[in-house]
């Protein structure tokens, strides 16, 4: 009697506000609002400076891009919020770091054959420590997966998120052995010399010692690599997943474990295949970072890790479209909060944005109500 | 997420600890059960003055010679033990020979304790020469006090050495060295004066007193020396994209920019600050100092500093001369330098007062002025010394001394 009175059509205000999300709806307004407004204001202020910190925002959104797709491929396929994902990234600025300020492996080809043009050489050079860091990434994802998670695929979901957990706090404190990585902040040397452009009236190259003339956005070749290999690597990925037989095989698996293996797919191996390939993008954006950011430690994965994550949660997790929209949303009001709102409140501010959304559409953005697919 | 961090943070810090304490532990159980052992008979305080003649007095050097940071206790022993040497040559102080009493202190809270209870009560020692760290200077500071006996820490910076929680002075402790915010000062100074900077940009993360600390009293000072701090940004320590920040420097066009971290964010902000065209100095405090600064990011970089090698003036280079003779070619560090500065600070309180009476020479340690190798020492009313820093560049990959600013 009373379970049929709290269906019937004539519901209270109160359940109508729980059933529609007002409470979301109106405070993502209202805080939406305010953001817009405080940005008008600082795009009237001063247009290049409003300019110069989306440019900032897109080499950040991209970065986390990366790292994103990696939450949401294995959550689309196994259903597990891999937490050591950041920490696997972690690992990739490491193997740059060996790679480039220890073995100096990216000038191979330079001194292998001296005669060849030195940009190209050093092109090539880079190109091989993003491989090796994929390489290493993936390899290390796999033997992850295999030791910790695969033994608990049939357990509570809960058992393998806190599996997930044990496995990042593992990687982060065996890292941090002073014979591992040491629990230093260690200064990495880029593979190639920074080169600044400022855009006023044309794009200029900036000659070390030159003050930017003010009115101008400046961009770096960092930032070009950033947002040219992360775009490509995802374009790749898209690929893959659309257009090829183990894509094909990943979102069978994605849909129906049981059924999949009924016709003959090889469960097993394309998990491994999918934790492999979101490490090794982790592994290339682990690169990125710290050829941009200069400085790795054991702990740098947490942060960006985490972020990553919300970005995927945002964009809808389990959906690829939806990792690069929300890790470009991210980035965005990151670099704006501390532009524009404030820099101590900037991560507050980015995960606020997370909760609003989450509670207006719960499955993100890009998320399906029904399932997710990879 | 920040809990996660503080977590792993605490997590470090436990097996750190865990991996110090079995080294820690035998050294620290002698002491401690003799100190037992010997406070019952020295209840009464230990301050009778004892004759002016003959005799030795004894000074006692606090270092962490084990634990986390050996060589800053070294540094600090050999400084001392090089004053104290150099003394005895001379003849000693008030006609009495000095004698050193080393104990190993491990820069925490609990070993210093027992550390200070066995050279007061069992060795009778009226004079301390010591600790490097705060968290151990403090709780010594406490014994110093209730028992009247003269404490000089060479290095420890924390407010709290030197005044009692309710704020009075404490009698009879003092430090060798200038605490934090007063780098603030000599950075302003510096600025105005030697950079001829008119407007300048300060950026600090606000969770940290130590470069909160030095930003507020440049702040301070820089306005009152007719600079003007045209734009303020902060941080948090766990953050490592400064382009929003950078781009608000950027845009202010400042003379210069106030950086007071430690090295690991000088490193970054360095870093991004060059690639984004920003060419003006940066100015740092003594958090820069350290091999790991990337010395490609902070070129051009200046910081305030305890003490330079590299300064021309005598007594520096006399001091260089003389420990490296003494230690086979060592370069003395900061903390040698302010151990060395410390002890004879004392032993001149000493001989200038006439008496063996640690009230007396605090008294006289009030008044002083003395031309310490790392700058000329006089003391304000809370014992925080008023001397000179050094400024330290950072210039085609090397961090050489370019001037002493006095405040």
């Known amino acids: ?374 | 997420m920040k809990s996660r961090f503080v977590l792993s943070l605490l997590l470090v810090m436990a097996v750190l600890l865990t991996a110090c304490q079995p080294a820690a532990a035998p050294a620290t159980q002698a002491p401690a059960t003799q100190a037992s052992a010997t406070q019952a008979p020295a209840t009464q305080p230990t301050t009778e003055p004892a004759p002016a003649t003959g005799g030795t007095l004894k000074i006692a050097i606090l270092a962490p010679l084990s634990g986390g940071q050996p060589t800053f206790g070294i540094s600090t022993r050999d400084g001392a033990l090089l004053a104290i040497e150099e003394w005895n040559a001379k003849g000693g102080v008030l006609g009495m020979k000095i004698e050193a009493v080393v104990e190993d202190s491990q820069c925490e809270a609990d070993p210093a304790v027992n550390a200070a209870n066995k050279v007061v009560d069992q060795d009778k020692v009226h004079y301390i020469v010591g600790e490097v760290c705060s968290k151990a200077s403090i709780p010594i500071s406490e014994i110093a006090t209730e028992k009247g006996i003269l404490q000089i820490s060479p290095t420890s910076t924390n407010v709290q050495v030197t005044k009692k929680v309710d704020g009075s002075t404490k009698p009879t402790v003092f430090r060798a060295c200038f605490i934090d915010p007063f780098q603030g000062t000599v950075g302003a100074k510096f600025a105005v004066d030697n950079l001829k900077a008119k407007t300048a940009f300060v950026l600090f993360d606000q969770g940290n007193d130590y470069v909160r600390g030095l930003a507020e009293a440049f702040e301070e000072s820089f306005t009152k020396l007719g600079g003007q701090v045209v734009g303020k940004e902060t941080y948090t320590s766990q953050d490592t994209d400064f382009s929003a920040i950078l781009a608000k420097v950027a845009e202010a066009k400042p003379d210069m920019i106030y950086l007071p971290d430690y090295y690991p964010i000088v490193n970054l902000v360095g870093a991004q600050a060059k690639e984004k065209g920003i060419t003006v100095p940066m100015v740092g405090g003594d958090g820069w100092d350290s091999a790991e600064l990337d010395v490609k990011a902070a070129e051009n970089g200046y910081y305030t500093n305890h003490y330079s090698e590299q300064d021309t003036r005598p007594e520096v280079q006399d001091w260089v001369k003389n420990y490296g003779a003494k230690y086979s070619g060592a370069v003395p560090d900061a903390l040698a330098t302010l151990a060395y500065d410390a002890t004879n600070l004392m032993l001149t309180a000493i001989n200038s007062a006439g008496v063996d009476d640690p009230l007396a020479v605090a008294k006289a340690l009030e008044g002083i002025k003395f031309d310490a190798v790392s700058g000329n020492i006089t003391y304000d009313a809370d014992h925080n010394p008023i001397k000179s820093a050094v400024i330290i560049q950072v210039k085609d990959g090397k961090k050489s001394w370019v001037a002493t600013v006095s405040p």
């Open chain 1, 1 to 374: 009697m009373q379970r049929s009175s709290s269906l019937s059509p004539a519901l209270t205000l109160g359940q109508r506000i729980i059933r529609r999300r007002l409470i979301g709806r109106a405070l993502l307004l209202v805080i939406a609002t305010l953001a817009a407004l405080r940005l008008v204001q600082g795009l009237i202020e001063s247009p290049t400076l409003f300019l110069q910190q989306i440019v900032n925002g897109i080499q950040l959104g991209f970065v986390y891009a990366l790292i994103a797709l990696g939450y949401t491929m294995v959550y689309g396929i196994v259903r597990l919020i891999n937490f050591a994902h950041g920490d696997v990234f972690m690992v990739g600025a490491f193997v740059s770091f060996f790679a480039v300020s220890r073995y100096r492996l990216h000038l191979w080809l330079a001194n292998l054959v001296p005669d060849l043009s030195p940009d190209i050489a050093l092109l090539i050079g880079s190109i091989t420590v993003i491989l090796l860091s994929m390489a290493v990434c993936a390899l290390l994802a796999v033997t992850i997966e295999r030791i910790a998670y695969k033994p608990l695929r049939n357990a509570p979901r809960i058992s393998a998120l806190i599996t997930a957990i044990g496995v990042s706090f593992f990687l982060e404190y065996f890292g941090a052995l002073p014979f591992v990585f040491s629990p230093n902040f260690i200064t990495n040397e880029r593979p190639f010399p920074v080169v600044t452009w400022y855009i006023n009236n044309g794009i200029h190259q900036l000659v070390p010692g030159e003050t930017v003339p003010s009115g101008s956005v400046t961009f770096s070749n960092i930032a070009v690599i950033i947002v040219v290999s992360s775009l490509f690597l995802l374009l790749l990925l898209q690929f893959i997943v659309q257009r090829t037989k183990i894509g094909k095989a990943m979102r069978a698996v994605a849909y129906d474990k049981a059924t999949a293996r009924l016709m003959g797919i090889n469960v097993d191996g394309i998990i491994s295949i999918t934790f492999a390939i979101g490490a090794a993008l982790a592994g290339a954006a682990g690169v990125l970072y710290a050829i941009a950011f200069t400085q790795v430690f054991f702990a740098m994965g947490i942060l960006p890790g985490l972020k990553a994550f919300v970005a995927a949660v945002l964009g809808g997790i389990g959906s690829i479209p939806g990792a690069l929209v929300g890790a470009l949303i991210m980035g965005q009001a990151e670099v704006l909060s501390a532009g524009y709102i404030s820099t101590p409140m900037r991560d507050a501010i980015a995960f606020t944005i997370l909760i609003l959304v989450l509670l207006v559409r719960p499955t993100g953005i890009f998320g399906e109500t029904e399932r997710e697919k990879a």
